[in-house]
């Protein structure tokens, strides 16, 4: 039983580490947590939803839709949001982005109403025995998706000019810029880049249930936030790590205790390591004022 | 480090707070904007044109028409209003139009607590029909019996509301009765080996009380019961794997409408096909949430869906195309009869809110088109339920 419940959560983990690397990447290069990351995710699989559902197109195109509204989405409110206000305290901008996701939350269900919807893609499901275990086509789609996506994450910010200039504007915003790095283009293609991961982790989970709603967005995004926390603020393989242990460590949980324990353990989590570790598992130590 | 530390830490606190906030603000959001535009349908609703507030009867429904169980909350309260609607249409009532204002507790306790202190507030409001789930319907009566205003609840099925207050009135059945039914269908199938999932709530606990005794009854220990939190557990593949790895042929469930399509498909996404029966199962959403995951589902309802009485039939007709919808279910049936009561009192002459309650009270049967009904010394009644089964994407009567 427990293999069965490492394979739920590893699914699950491996769609809040998608989110988790959003958070991480724009903390990365602005220094503050994009409360609003988890609405955009939302947003994306709304939008999928529409495509594929109402107007009846194809799933692919589906997917596509949704990404791209996301990606535009996350640079226009960074543009609109945080732009203008890069220079102030962090805290303004924490809470501009809180205001962001109370806009999203409640705009989505202006549109489409606050019941759940019936997501109609990758509902042809088939089970395969593994031994003892059961995985089927939805979670080996999930783990086949993000793995891909996070490999080619890696590539490139370790082996593309795009990746190098995040990461110099990461370890410090003026000198890249007097080395010639456009700063402001950059933050635009770390923000279209996190919301695209944010929109795939938005769409993977209403796939995963089978059903959307508005407050997706919050659900996955205090567990995506726990990620980052627990893997490290600022470090991609955290975001990464830290998105697979909380999504196993919730369904041994679940497992151990009872079902409800589950929910809460992402932030009996997220408190043990601000206690013990608070740079997390593979922050660096060192960070720039 | 000290200063990342500190950053995290104070993002950390942020980050719960927001959470906390989110729970409880994100549905709020929704009703602002359901509550303008319920206030710009309940204005139609007082179908007399320039009425002034002495010259109507006030009903309040405070029902869930946002939220988790939104669905139920508007079905009820678009019964109501045809109910008053008729009236109206015929003149009103000793020449004073009856006038329907919404309250919107969004399927949370806290809101329904507000929302009942609000109707307290107003002399103007004779009777509420409220609230949609039992937790809220428990925490309004705590505020209409000190306040001496009737209620009537349409979906409320907890056993804690037969002993809630003297103005506390229940046209649905309790969960002493319909949990009672499930279980039969369980044990009459002959399973053995059961689970079961509810809803954390005074709905779900109070089903799974009395589903644990009636098991025993019969001999049955129940190898795994699990709770959720309503509105929040999307995940139940936990619970499921724990169902699946002990044994588990036959689940009770305590669910809404919107989560039991989940609970169906994660299990069979686990290649975990259990005999499933649920208070929950009576509803179209399950229908198109679940498609063909909703297969062989089991449930109880008022009449077999094939097969429906003559005067149920019509009003379905008739809610369809007044609201446009594809098909109703139960607590439209529930809603309807409590409007029909209500303008029977006001008919009678019971015109104040002691009045009302003493009618509903005074033991008079009512002639309705689930049958003859009486409000028991406790406030409630007893409808039939006939199981039924989901079979080809319909709902069919069953036998067993």
Redesign the interface.
Known sequence: ?YL??IV?GLT?GAIYALLALGYSMIFGVL???N?AHGDIAMVGGYVTWFVAASLKMNFVLAIFAGIIVSTLLGVAIEFIGYRPIRRAP??SA?IVS?GF??VL??SV??IWG???L?MPIF?N?K?F?IGSI?I?S??IWILVIATVIMVLLTLLINKTKLGMAMRAVALDQSTSALMGVNVNRTISATFAIGSALGAMSGIMMAAY???IY??LG??IG?KG?AAV?LGG?GSIPGAMLGGMLIGII??IA??VF???V??AVA?VV??LV?LFK???IL?K???K? | ?K???R??????M???L??MA??G???A??SS??GSSSASSSSSSASAPAATEADTYKIAVALAL??GS??QGNEVRNAVKLAIDDVNAAGGINGKMVELVDYDDQADPKQAATVANAIAADESILAVVGHTNSSCTLAGAAIYNPAGIPQITCTSSSPKITDAGEYTFRLWNSDAYTAQVHVETIINKGYKNVGMIYE?NDYGLGAYNVAVEKFKEAGIDILVA????L?????????L??M??AGVEAIFAVSDE?EL??IM??A????FYPFVTSTGAYST?VL??G?A?VEGLYGATFFDPNNLPEGVAAFYDRFMETYGVDAVVSPAVSGYISGCILMDALKSGATTRDQIRDYLDSGLTFDTMVGTLQFDENGDVTIPLTRMVIKDGAFVGTPD
């Open positions: 039983m069965q419940q739920n699950l220094y503050f947590i409360f962090k805290l924490v809180m996701s109370f939350s409640t269900q202006l606050t019941r759940s019936s509902t499901v089970t025995n059961i089927n939805k979670q249930y089978g059903v508005s407050t919050g659900l205090t936030f926390v603020a919730e369904s679940g497992t009872n079902a409800q589950k929910d932030f997220l408190i601000l608070p740079s997390g922050g130590d060192v960070m004022d | 480090m200063k990342t530390s950053i995290i830490a104070i993002l950390a942020l980050a719960i927001f959470t989110a729970c603000s994100e549905p959001a929704a904007s359901a946002t939220g939104a669905e954390n699990e709770s959720y939190l509105g929040e557990t999307k995940d139940f593949t936990t619970i794997t724990k699946k790895s919107t399509p989940m498909t994660q069979h996404s686990l290649g959403t198109t949430l498609g995951e």
